[in-house]
């Protein structure tokens, strides 16, 4: 497309400033910044990864200018093929005639605009799927000008949420009228119109003194502003006659039962009224209206806890189980983290505490532990970053145990590093479950503390099991006692069915056979490493330029005897540039490594070196500096991978035949 531009940045020279460039197809270079390692820019774009929302960020012509990984996974594009495009792009069809008014609009008016600011908004994949949006946007005053920072969040699930609220209120035997902090009414149900007599848009956005007889509203508003002050479930008027008016101006006496509901838009109250005739079927509204308000605590808490990525070549199976005490939200949560190169991080955690505050801590260090992995750090690395970020949330005495595993399928080997938290158990084909053997150090907020990890051998085709301690404690119960009972329903699932789903339920069914009684919430998940690759070669070589011929042979002999010809150029390219990079920036010995499953094949070139390439521009007459844009172009992924030894450097080709969806 003549003209068409997009942001292009580039990686070479370990130590060099970083510079990022708008480069039109015509050939045109503008310098957009220079960002040193360590510079402001840098730590901003660090800040937009780690935003736990899409960012998306335009100038004052509608141009796309940056992007974050949340942006890539919520609309399904990659970042190229948003960087320059008009944002209407994400934008469905039939609004995109009148969004760029409404851009301009805000551009004349700027101001910073929250979540869900009483819009209803839409965006659209890369598929054409639309789905509900809230979007906060920020304006950003740079020396190029006007930009704008749009933070984009799927609302699929609340919307969702609401639709069965609604639901659950047209169901509700009562009549159901929610108002607000100021007494409007805001919903009501089909009971009220036949109870009161009223059409339902003759009572919304009117207040609900409405309902009230005459000579009881002066005094109304005031114990409405008494039950704002001090919400709480109970019914109104104990001791009291109430009465309620309907539409023909008849009173009838009434039974009052008010619940308040914490919701974006501030509070409401729900209002459950009947006649005092129909006692039992108001007990049975209460319980239905508590039921209503643990379903929207439950419903925040899976929005919290976030839906695991399906891994692929990763088999997992897991179970969530709210406490029935309560309002049943707790502080479990567990996730997947795809770290490229056939490596996958494992996380579970558990925040000591009950509740709706417990669940938000969790939601915050579920965030910043899914993060802070996708950097690739050691297990133990990261446990120390959580440490930290526990201690400075509120609470001196806030604990959180966690575990954090990194598997390596391709190795045999998984890498674990346990904060406090119950040990994680192995079933290896045709061997009994076991714990693996890994210490186990502090919780998480104790502080003051080494966290450790070890890496341990591990069959392929082996199960990992992790699990909260909400599955084996019990008030009255041996925890090691209970733990035995674990193990033994492990072994008899494992070997009745080779199925993970039907694992887990046959484990649940025995470890928790009264589940209406549990206290604690309870998480387990079963993960299955994938097979053996099937063809494996690695070699060593100096850190001499003759070592890069070498790579190339070894590279082209390994995948010829596999079968894999057509890869044979585009790998020795990308060989050839990588370990190049290995020897001029970092510190032999290299080692190259090569594996080839059903699907792709994955290279890897480690060095001694921990420093980590750092991203640069290549002036038109620089002779290097192009080196890892190959690779960015040419793989399918590619990545770098801190160790205890160094650092490697990872890519992969796609087998031809194989999609890249099913990758």
Excluded at 194 to 204: I, K, T
Excluded at 212 to 230: E, G, I, K, L, W
Excluded at 555 to 574: F, I
Aim: with cysteine; charged share 20%; hydrophobic share 40%.
């Amino acid at each position: 497309m003549e003209g068409f531009t997009a942001p292009v940045s580039l990686e070479s020279d370990l130590g060099a400033p970083a510079l990022e460039t708008s480069v039109c197809r015509c050939g045109a270079r503008a310098p957009l910044s220079e960002t040193p390692p360590g510079s402001a820019e840098e730590r901003f774009r660090g800040l937009l990864e780690a935003a736990p929302d899409a960012m998306v960020i335009v100038d004052d012509a509608g141009t796309i200018r940056l992007v974050n990984a949340q942006t890539e996974a919520l609309f399904g594009y990659q970042r190229d093929e948003l960087l320059g495009r008009p944002v209407e792009i994400l934008v469905p069809q039939r609004f995109r005639d009148t969004h760029a008014s409404h851009r301009d609009s805000y551009t004349d008016n700027r101001q910073v605009r929250p979540m869900g600011a009483g819009l209803e908004l839409h965006g659209v994949r890369r598929d054409g799927t639309e789905f509900p949006v809230e979007i906060s946007l920020s304006p950003l005053e740079t020396t190029d000008g006007l930009l704008v920072s749009a933070a984009v969040r799927d609302v699929s699930e609340r919307k969702a949420a609401e639709e069965r609220f609604r639901s659950l209120l047209e169901s509700a035997p009562d009549a159901m009228v929610i108002v607000d902090d100021a007494g409007t009414i805001r919903l009501v149900n089909a009971q009220t119109e036949a109870l009161f007599g009223y059409q339902r848009d003759e009572l919304l956005g009117r207040p609900v003194e409405i309902l009230v007889p005459q000579r009881f509203r002066d005094t109304h508003a005031s114990h409405r502003d008494s039950y704002t002050d001090n919400r709480q479930v109970r019914p109104m008027g104990a001791g009291l006659e109430l009465h309620g008016v309907r539409r023909d101006g008849t009173e009838f006496p009434v039974e009052i039962s008010l619940s308040p509901l914490e919701t974006t838009d501030g509070l409401l109250v729900s209002a459950a009224v009947r006649d005092v005739s129909e006692r039992k079927t108001a007990e049975i509204q209460l319980t239905a209206l508590y039921e209503q308000q643990r379903h929207v605590a439950l419903t925040l808490q899976r929005s919290l806890m976030g839906t695991p990525p399906d891994v692929p070549g990763l088999t997992t199976a897991s179970r969530y189980l709210p406490a029935t005490q309560g309002a049943g939200v707790g502080g479990d949560w567990f996730d997947l983290v795809p770290l490229g190169a056939g490596r996958v991080g494992i996380l579970i955690g558990d925040v000591m505490g009950r509740g709706l505050e417990a669940a938000a801590i969790m939601g915050q260090l579920r965030s910043a532990a899914h993060a802070l992995a996708k950097t690739g750090m050691q297990p133990r690395q990261l446990m120390q970053s959580l440490d930290a970020i526990v201690a400075e949330l509120d609470g001196p005495d806030q604990l959180v145990t966690c575990c954090y595993l990194v598997l390596a399928p391709d190795a045999g080997e998984v890498t674990v590093c346990s904060a406090g938290h119950l040990p994680a158990l192995v079933a290896e084909p045709s061997l009994p479950v076991r714990a693996l053997d890994a210490p186990v150090s502090v919780p998480l907020g104790v502080g003051d503390h080494l966290h450790q990890q070890t890496t341990l051998a591990v069959a392929p085709g082996s199960s990992l099991v992790l699990f909260t301690d909400g599955l084996i404690e019990t008030p009255d119960g041996d925890i090691e006692d209970q733990l035995d009972a674990l193990v033994a329903a492990l072994d008899k699932a494992f070997m009745s069915t080779s199925d993970l789903e039907a694992a887990v339920d046959d484990v649940l069914s025995s470890v928790l056979p009264a589940t209406e009684d549990h206290h604690d919430d309870v998480t387990l998940l079963i993960a299955q490493l994938p097979a053996a690759p099937l063809a494996t070669a690695s070699t060593k070589l100096p850190a001499t330029a003759a070592s890069v011929s070498k790579a190339r042979a070894f590279l082209t002999t390994a995948l010829r005897s596999w079968g894999c010809d057509d890869l044979v150029d585009n790998a020795q390219l990308l060989v050839s540039e990588v370990v190049t990079n290995a020897i001029r920036h970092g510190q032999g010995p290299v080692r190259l490594c090569m594996r080839r499953n059903a699907t792709e094949l994955t290279v890897e070139v480690s060095d001694s070196s921990h420093h980590l390439p750092q991203p640069r521009i290549a002036e038109a007459d620089d002779e290097s500096g192009r080196g890892l844009i190959l690779v960015e172009t040419l793989a399918g992924s590619w990545g770098v991978r801190p160790n205890d030894d160094g650092k490697t450097t990872w890519f992969t080709l796609l087998l031809r035949g194989v999609s890249p969806l099913a990758v």
